[in-house]
C-alpha cells in the first residue's frame, strides 16, 4: 500500500514548503489555487471547446468516455494566468533548474537549464469510464530512475469540477517518484487526488499516476499543464498549433515558455541575416517572414 496520503497547502503557503512537501511525497494538493472568478472563466472557455470534442477512440489510455482539448493557450486568456500563476510556476523552476557544470575550455562553468510549457490539455471523465493505467509523465522522454539525479517535469491537474474518489478524481502513488524503473505499479496503492473546483494537484514527472474511473452520473473536468526542461522535446507542438499572431499577443515570458526562445545552452536560435539569434527578436519584427524565407 502507499506510504502516505497526498498533503493539501493553501495557495499562500510559501514556495519552500510547496516544493519540499513535493521533493518529499511527489505531489501536492493546493486549495483554492485559482479564484471564483477565475474558475468561471476558465469553465466558460474551456466549455465551449469541450462541448464541441467527441470522446477518445482508444480504450486503453486516453480512455473512450473522455474528452481532450489541447492548444489551450491559443485559445483561452485565461489559461495564461494559470500557466504563469507564480505557485505553478516559481515551484517548477526551483524543482527542474538544477544547475550543472560543464567545461568550456578551460573554465568550468555552471549552467542552469530553462524550463518550457510541455503539455496543455483540458480533460473530461465522463460518467463510465474505467481507470486509466498508471503512468509516469516524464517516460516520454525515456527519462530513467534514479540515475539522472534530477527531475524532468513539473505538472498540475486544476480541477475545473469537484474532484472525487466516485467521479473519477487522479490517482496518485505517494512517495513514487523515489522508486526505480523496476517496480511496478498498482492501483492498491493510490490514493485520490480529491479537491473542490478551483484547487490543484501540482506532481512530478516521476511520480506514478493515472486517471480516476468516474462511477457518477457527472463529468470530471480539470486542466493539465506541465513545465519540462528546455532540452527535451516538448509533448505538445506549440509552434504548429498556436498561430504566431497569437503568439504575438501573449507576454513575453509566456512567449518563451512556449519555446521562442534560444535556451542558455543556446538550444532553439534562428538565423537572422547570417547570425544566431533569439526568436524574440523574430516575433519583434515589425514584419514576421517564415524563417528560411529571408527577412
Not at 518529499?24 to 469541450?50: H, M, N, Q, W
Not at 493515472?210 to 462511477?215: M, S, W
Not at 493539465?224 to 497569437?246: G, Q
Not at 538565423?271 to 529571408?294: C, N, S, V, Y
Request: include cysteine; aromatic fraction near 6%.
Amino acid at each position: 500500500m502507499g506510504t502516505r496520503n497526498l498533503t493539501t497547502l493553501r495557495s499562500d503557503a510559501p514556495i519552500e514548503q510547496v516544493v519540499a512537501v513535493i521533493r518529499r511525497d511527489g505531489g501536492v494538493i493546493i486549495s483554492d489555487f485559482v479564484s471564483p472568478t477565475t474558475l468561471k472563466s476558465l469553465a466558460v472557455e474551456l466549455d465551449t471547446y469541450l462541448n464541441e470534442t467527441p470522446c477518445g477512440v482508444d480504450p486503453y489510455f486516453a480512455g473512450t468516455q473522455t474528452r481532450r482539448v489541447a492548444r489551450i493557450i491559443a485559445r483561452s486568456d485565461t489559461a495564461v494566468e494559470v500557466a504563469l500563476n507564480p505557485l505553478f510556476i516559481d515551484t517548477a523552476e526551483q524543482i527542474l533548474q538544477t544547475p550543472t557544470h560543464v567545461w568550456v575550455g578551460n573554465n568550468r562553468v555552471a549552467i542552469e537549464p530553462d524550463i518550457q510549457l510541455s503539455i496543455t490539455q483540458a480533460i473530461q471523465i465522463g460518467p463510465g469510464q474505467g481507470l486509466q493505467p498508471l503512468h509516469r509523465d516524464d517516460a516520454t522522454s525515456l527519462w530513467r530512475h534514479p540515475q539522472y539525479g534530477r527531475e524532468a517535469r513539473l505538472q498540475i491537474m486544476l480541477a475545473i469540477s469537484d474532484f472525487t474518489e466516485e467521479n473519477g478524481a487522479t490517482r496518485v502513488i505517494p512517495g513514487s517518484h523515489q522508486w526505480d524503473d523496476e517496480r511496478m505499479p498498482t492501483h492498491e496503492e493510490t490514493v485520490a487526488a480529491e479537491m473542490k473546483a478551483g484547487s490543484a494537484l501540482l506532481w512530478l514527472g516521476s511520480a506514478y499516476h493515472g486517471g480516476g474511473a468516474n462511477q457518477s452520473t457527472t463529468p470530471r473536468t480539470g486542466l493539465t499543464m506541465a513545465y519540462d526542461l528546455a532540452f527535451l522535446r516538448l509533448e505538445e507542438n506549440h509552434f504548429l498549433s498556436i498561430p504566431v499572431e497569437r503568439v504575438r499577443q501573449l507576454p513575453a515570458r509566456m512567449q518563451r515558455l512556449l519555446g521562442w526562445s534560444a535556451s542558455s545552452t543556446l538550444l532553439g536560435w534562428v538565423e537572422i541575416d547570417g547570425q544566431m539569434r533569439d526568436p524574440q527578436e523574430l516575433l519583434g519584427m515589425a514584419t514576421f517572414r517564415e524563417p528560411g524565407k529571408g527577412f
